[in-house]
C-alpha cells in the first residue's frame, strides 16, 4: 500500500484535538492543518455576507468568489479574502454555523480538494472529523481523539471565559455539544466515526503533555515501519 504523508487525528468537538495535532505538529516540525477552522471560516464569512446554506442560494457564487487561504502563521491561520479570520471563528455560535454549512456535500468536496493539495508537498499532521476515513484514509498514522461530553463542555467554556464572552452557560454547552455530536455522527456525508485502523485516545484524564508525548513516539513507529521520513 501506498501511505499519505498524514498524521490524521480525528474526533468530536471538543476532544483537545486542535491542541494535541498542532503541538504535535511543532515537535515533529511538520506542517499543521486544522480542517475545521476552514468550515468554521466559511460558515462565518457566508453568515457574515447573508448567504443561504444551500448550494442553489448563492453558496456556489460564494465559494467562487472568495480568496481562501491557510496556514500563514500562527497569528493567521486561516483568511478569507485577506481578514484574518483566526480569532473570528471561534466563537461559540461559529459551532453550529460550521455544523450546518459542513453537511453541503458540495462544500466538503471543495475543501476537499483544498486539503489533500496543502498536504501534497510533505508531511502534515491533519485534523478534523474525516480525515483518516474520508480525506486520507491511507494516512501512515491514524488516532481518533476524544473526552466525555463533561470534559468537553468544561474545556468549551474555559476557552470562552479567557477570551471574555461569559454570555454561554456550561448547561447551554452540553447540550450544543451533544447536539453536534448527533449531528456530525449522524450526517449523511463523511460522518465523523473512529477508522478501523485509528487508535483510540482518551484525553480526558491526562495532561497535553502526555498525549503528545504519546503520538509523537507512536507517530514516529509508524513512519519507520512505511519507510517516511520525519
Not at 42 to 66: H, N, T, Y
Not at 102 to 124: G, M
Not at 138 to 158: D, G, H, I, Y
Request: charge should be negative; aromatic fraction near 6%.
Amino acid at each position: 500500500m501506498e501511505y499519505s504523508k498524514v498524521i490524521a487525528i480525528d474526533g468530536p468537538s471538543g476532544s483537545g484535538k486542535s491542541t494535541v495535532a498542532r503541538e504535535l505538529a511543532q515537535v515533529l516540525d511538520v506542517l499543521y492543518i486544522d480542517t475545521g477552522a476552514m468550515f468554521r471560516a466559511l460558515a462565518f464569512e457566508a453568515d457574515k455576507r447573508s448567504v443561504p446554506f444551500e448550494w442553489s442560494g448563492g453558496l456556489k457564487e460564494f465559494i467562487e468568489s472568495i480568496d481562501l487561504k491557510y496556514g500563514t502563521s500562527s497569528e493567521c491561520l486561516i483568511s478569507i479574502n485577506g481578514d484574518n479570520l483566526t480569532q473570528k471563528i471561534r466563537e461559540h455560535h461559529v459551532s453550529k454555523l460550521a455544523s450546518i454549512i459542513s453537511q453541503i456535500p458540495e462544500i466538503r468536496e471543495f475543501l476537499l480538494d483544498f486539503q489533500r493539495n496543502l498536504a501534497k508537498s510533505s508531511v502534515c499532521v491533519m485534523e478534523g472529523r474525516d480525515i483518516g476515513t474520508v480525506v486520507f484514509p491511507n494516512a501512515f498514522c491514524k488516532f481518533f481523539v476524544t473526552a466525555s461530553v463533561e470534559v468537553r463542555s468544561q474545556r468549551r467554556l474555559e476557552q470562552l471565559r479567557e477570551s471574555g464572552d461569559t454570555s454561554v452557560s456550561l448547561e447551554q454547552i452540553m447540550k450544543d455539544v451533544e447536539k453536534r455530536d448527533m449531528s456530525d455522527m449522524n450526517r449523511e456525508v463523511a460522518p465523523l466515526k473512529q477508522a478501523s485502523d485509528a487508535e483510540l485516545v482518551d484525553t480526558g484524564n491526562m495532561n497535553i503533555n502526555d498525549v503528545v508525548s504519546q503520538l509523537k513516539e507512536k507517530a514516529i513507529l509508524k513512519a519507520k515501519s512505511v519507510g517516511i521520513e520525519l
